[in-house]
């Protein structure tokens, strides 16, 4: 059984900062998966904006300078953090796990674990 909760999310103001995190339960986390965020903006396209595994990292061009993902081992968490909230961060935020980096970044689709998504709004 493979758990991703994400937890964090709620109503901020522009400029602030905030920490998303993934509670990742089950064999996967440790095991030959990278961990991912997408977030899904009011009427838009699911985006992948992070990625890691191991040491490796990934931030999409639209969130770098600004967005940071990072993990605790002992903790079996995955961090988001955003250091300045913009009112288009305003999405729902999903935690995805999957063995394959291209899909845990959003290059192809189809992350195979899905956490229910913790919502981010940013008001002006």
């Known amino acids: 059984q493979v758990t991703l909760v994400e937890s964090g999310g709620g109503p901020v103001q522009a400029g602030e900062p905030l920490r998303l995190r993934c509670a990742v339960a089950?064999?996967?986390?440790?095991?030959?998966?990278?961990i991912g965020w997408f977030r899904q903006a009011p009427g838009k396209e699911m985006e992948g904006v992070a990625g890691i595994e191991g040491t490796k990292t990934y931030l999409a061009d639209s969130v770098k300078g600004r967005f940071a993902v990072s993990r605790d081992n002992a903790r079996n968490t995955v961090y988001l953090d955003i250091s300045s909230l913009r009112p288009e961060d305003t999405a729902m935020y999903f935690c995805v796990a999957d063995p394959r980096w291209a899909r845990c970044v959003g290059a192809v689709p189809g992350p195979r674990y899905w956490g229910p998504g913790t919502r981010v709004t940013v008001s002006s």
């Open positions: 089950g064999d996967i986390y440790n095991s030959d998966h990278c």
